[in-house]
């Protein structure tokens, strides 16, 4: 699998949940420490979709494009 397929994947799953541990991330996409580092950097630094919780997870914090930004405007 595409590491951009793996993004796309992650950023639904924690749309979603509203959280995701890193173990949960690894076990899911099988990741090593090095994939799950970039994926880490993507969602919180370059997409700025979650924040980092205590170095044990991410947690959702959405952004433009999002498919909440997308659902809220549509209810307006």
Known sequence: MKFSDI???AV????D????????????FD??????A???FE?????????DKDGKMLVWVGGAGS???EAVDRRA
Do not use: C, H, N
């Open 7 to 9: 993004v796309k994947q």
């Open 12 to 15: 639904v799953l924690l749309r």
């Open 17 to 28: 949940s509203g959280r995701l541990t890193y173990r949960t991330l690894k076990r899911e």
């Open 31 to 36: 990741l090593d420490d090095a994939a799950l």
């Open 38 to 40: 970039d994926l880490r």
């Open 43 to 51: 969602l919180i630094e370059g997409q700025e979709l979650a924040v």
């Open 67 to 69: 498919g909440e930004t």
